[in-house]
């Protein structure tokens, strides 16, 4: 079931946070939940990916130890719990909202014809990864009704493609096409090219959005302060000041991707590398003090 992978599933609060909505009981409620339903409906996707790819993970030297690839866990209790998964997620994703309902639904097909057709023909395969992020952010707005904006929204798709471009260029070094046949219209190059490509969108995105976007305003007491005392630094892109933090992530993610060729599983990265966890961490600590503190 992946929980490791549920990370992913946070863009679903893009949506709240960045809207000024964080902690507003109600629609923080409806993300978690909605947060709670994309979760049981990635580790079905994961499963219905196992099942049928059992016997390439059986020729990969780490996933030839999944549970399905490796026999410990039979193939009809795996769909017996797929199956629920599903049901139990798409429920609770109708109840909460019907366009949610619909969102997450695509999101689950979308793995479907991912696992089926698109992770066998290149670019394709990434793309589909970049859409289903999008999906993620998109389902945050429509359950709450709060929109991200479309800057932001671009580097979530950017950051998903240049991610996803490391993947496959660890893949290709370690692997080759013999446990994804996508790989085999891949160069070394081209994924080179690509992941240079978005990572360079991803940060002209992120520092246009900063630029271009103002953050909801609140009447805390340091912006009481600062209304009083220097009325002009309200009027100042704070959000600029978070940049750094992006272009660390990025710079030291390509450090681990090409030195290390550990971009493999980058949920792994992001959560156990220091460099990254801080880079991570001071972003988000920074995001939270801008839009409802200052």
């Not at 993970?57 to 193939?75: C, E, F």
Request: net charge positive; hydrophobic share 55%; aromatic share 14%.
């Amino acid at each position: 079931m992946r929980p490791f992978q549920w990370i992913k599933n946070l863009s679903i609060f893009a949506a709240i946070i960045f809207t000024g909505q964080l902690f507003n009981p109600p629609e923080l409620l409806h993300s978690v939940f909605g947060f709670i339903s994309f979760c049981l409906l990635s580790s079905a996707s994961y499963l219905f990916n196992d099942l049928i790819d059992a016997p390439l993970d059986r020729l990969h030297p780490l996933k030839k130890t999944r549970p399905i690839a490796s026999g410990k866990l039979p193939k009809s209790l795996a769909l017996e719990a797929l199956l629920l998964l599903v049901f139990v997620s798409l429920t609770l994703a109708f109840v909460l909202n019907p366009g949610f309902f619909l969102v997450g639904l695509s999101f689950f097909l979308l793995h479907i014809f991912y696992t089926l057709k698109f992770k066998k023909h290149a670019i394709l395969d990434i793309l589909a990864i970049g859409v289903s992020f999008l999906l993620r952010v998109f389902g945050g707005e429509v359950l709450t009704s709060m929109h991200v904006p479309i800057w932001l929204l671009l580097t979530t798709l950017f950051l998903a493609l240049f991610i996803a471009s490391a993947k496959r260029h660890s893949e290709f070094l370690r692997t080759g096409k013999k446990t994804r046949p996508a790989l085999a219209r891949y160069r070394e190059k081209l994924l080179d090219f690509y992941a240079s490509t978005f990572a360079t969108a991803t940060f002209l995105s992120y520092a246009l959005f900063t630029f271009l976007e103002e953050p909801p305003q609140f009447s805390s007491a340091l912006n009481k302060f600062l209304l009083i005392n220097f009325p002009d630094a309200l009027g100042r892109k704070w959000m600029m000041l978070t940049i750094p933090f992006v272009l660390m992530g990025i710079m030291r993610y390509g450090q681990l991707i090409y030195e290390r060729k550990e971009g493999e599983a980058p949920e792994k990265l992001i959560t156990k590398d220091k460099p990254m966890i801080l880079s991570i961490l001071g972003w988000g600590i920074m995001v939270i003090f801008i839009i409802y503190v200052i």
